[in-house]
């Protein structure tokens, strides 16, 4: 029966372990994208995320470049960069995150929405959205119908 606990405790610890991993090195590839991005420029922090997946290298460059013209266009309306906050992640499995945050400038909050890939032992960026829909949502979430 000892044996049989011992055996249980470093199963779980093993398991705590793995998943504290996963979450530092994925967040350490959210926190150095938004590094770039204050210190250097959006259009260097979305080459650095996009280079960890050898398959966006594969895309014609306008695809990548409309991402970036998209996003510069936007947030050159919106104010200062003020910095971001995780507000949701989930996950698949071991291998499969999705990091949703709130980009907050002066004028309006922005949400960018990454989803990491592990297939082997690093973390890649799989997709990436950004959008103006999370106050919207949180509007809709704030509706009658959605109070228990």
Not at 42 to 63: G, Q, R, V
Not at 79 to 93: F, L, N, T, V, W
Not at 106 to 114: K, T
Request: hydrophobic content about 40%.
């Amino acid at each position: 029966m000892k044996f049989f606990l011992i055996i249980l405790l470093f199963l779980l610890t093993s398991c705590v372990q793995v998943n504290k991993n996963n979450d530092e090195e994925s967040r350490k590839l959210i926190e150095t994208f938004f590094i770039t991005y204050e210190r250097n420029s959006i259009e260097k922090a979305l080459d650095e995320l996009f280079s960890t997946n050898a398959y966006f290298a594969m895309l014609p460059s306008h695809n990548i470049d409309a991402v970036k013209d998209k996003l510069v266009s936007y947030t050159d309306s919106i104010g200062k960069y003020c910095g971001y906050e995780i507000i949701a992640r989930k996950s698949i499995g071991k291998s499969m995150l999705h990091y949703s945050c709130l980009v907050n400038y002066e004028l309006q909050p922005l949400r960018f929405s990454f989803t990491l890939y592990k297939p082997k032992t690093s973390w890649m960026l799989y997709n990436f959205q950004f959008d103006t829909e999370a106050v919207n949502e949180l509007n809709e979430s704030a509706k009658f119908y959605y109070i228990d």
